[in-house]
């Protein structure tokens, strides 16, 4: 059974702190990784993708990967309480996404 | 474009019904996706197209679920004798062929009675 696995959270981070949310998968196939946010009753919405090894930096986040240890991590600089949400993360396998369950973030004001 | 759009956004049936969802993806996307999403889970798998073709189905569905999506455009999800385990939101995602970067659509909040 291939599985994307995520801590619950919640995860509560003081306003304009680093957030730190990470994520392991179990497939060595994957190729691409995504983070996507979902607030509550809404649907997710892509905010990174990752493809290789090392660090990706767009804005305020910045994804991590590392293949060796199947490890993806995504990172919130300058956290606003608007980040408050579940981030899922996500790695392909096989034509589809296998997703986390995803980790309630909570950014106190 | 505006998006991937759902159709209805809610639905309330009794046990039994049968219903249909509807999806319309971003146009120039040849990839769609249906997954369902219960409470505090991940999105879970039900099926995948690509064009018009169905190219994987997720050994989870029983027979009483079935998609389509004739002339690779919008996509139809009917569930037929519905179940109470089958109240979930009903997510619809599509992309272009190269990429697994999905846009999702709001989803179809289904409730069985």
């Known amino acids: 059974q291939k599985e994307v696995e995520q801590n619950s959270g919640p995860l509560s981070v003081p306003e304009g702190a680093i957030a730190s949310l990470n994520c392991t998968y179990s497939?060595?196939?994957?190729?691409?990784f995504f983070w996507y946010r979902q607030y509550s009753g809404k649907s997710p919405e892509l905010i990174m993708s990752?493809?290789s090894n090392g660090d990706k930096e767009d804005g305020r986040f910045t994804a991590q990967l590392n293949k060796a240890s199947q490890y993806v991590s995504l990172l919130i600089r300058d956290s606003q309480p608007s980040d408050s949400a579940t981030y899922l993360c996500?790695?392909?396998?096989?034509?589809?996404?296998?997703w986390g369950a995803g980790t309630k973030l909570i950014i106190k004001p | 474009d505006t998006g991937v759009s759902q159709d209805p956004r809610h639905k309330i049936t009794k046990r039994g019904q049968n219903v249909t969802f509807r999806c319309d993806p971003i146009?120039?996307?040849?990839?769609l996706y249906w997954y369902r999403q219960t409470l505090g889970q991940g999105p879970e798998f039900l099926t995948y197209?690509?064009?018009?073709?169905?190219?994987?189905k997720s050994r989870l569905l029983s027979d009483r679920f079935s998609a389509e999506r004739p002339k690779g455009s919008f996509s139809t999800l009917e569930i037929q004798r519905t179940e109470q385990g089958d109240s979930a939101m009903y997510l619809c995602?599509?992309?272009?062929?190269?990429?697994?970067?999905?846009?999702f659509g709001s989803g179809t909040r289904l409730t069985v009675v």
């Open positions: 990752i493809y």
């Open positions: 197209f690509q064009n018009e073709a169905q190219l994987e």
């Open positions: 995602a599509s992309s272009p062929w190269d990429s697994y970067g999905y846009t």
């Open positions: 497939d060595r196939g994957s190729q691409s």
């Open positions: 996500a790695a392909d396998s096989n034509y589809q996404l296998i």
């Open positions: 146009s120039e996307h040849n990839r």
